[in-house]
């Protein structure tokens, strides 16, 4: 049975059912830290030049950042990652209390230590849509690593099972 009304609840449950990958966006900070922000709204666009997307929700502590610095690393995390990945979804003063993740440079951007592939990335355009911004981006730099992905569906962490 289908539902017309379309609620936010709805529509994000609806999702939930695409099973994506999980990344980890990360810019930098006014004082030049690290800030991370765990993601799966984040796709390839073109190969030439070579493109991807992200979108920040406007009330998101990355929105200004990756808005005014311009550039982004995608570090795509591994299936031994899922700590990582949830690192960026506890509030900030919970985080505060937790061990940060390690990161590495790759061009201008600063990317998860051992992730399975990491991007560096500079914003060439940007789109409001609703309550998010999409921020498209050259990639500048690429590294892959062997691994496993870690997955994300019906808003739980999982794994490929063989």
Partial sequence: MANTEVTADLFRNAWSNFATGVTVISTQEDDGRVHGMTANSVTSV??????????????????????RNG?????????????IARHYT???????????????????????T???????????????????????AKLEAIRINEGDPLLYFRSRFALIAD
């Fill in 46 to 67: 073109s190969l030439e030049p070579p493109l991807a997307l992200i979108t920040i929700a406007h009330e998101r502590n990355s929105y200004p950042l990756v808005k």
């Fill in 71 to 83: 550039r982004f690393g995608i570090s795509v995390l591994n299936a031994r990652q899922q700590g």
């Fill in 90 to 112: 506890v509030p900030a003063e919970i985080r505060e209390t937790l061990t940060a993740p390690e990161f590495e440079a790759l061009g201008e951007s600063m990317v998860v």
């Fill in 114 to 136: 051992d992730s399975l592939a990491a991007m560096d990335c500079r914003v060439v355009d940007s789109v409001e849509a609703g309550d998010h911004t999409i921020f498209i």
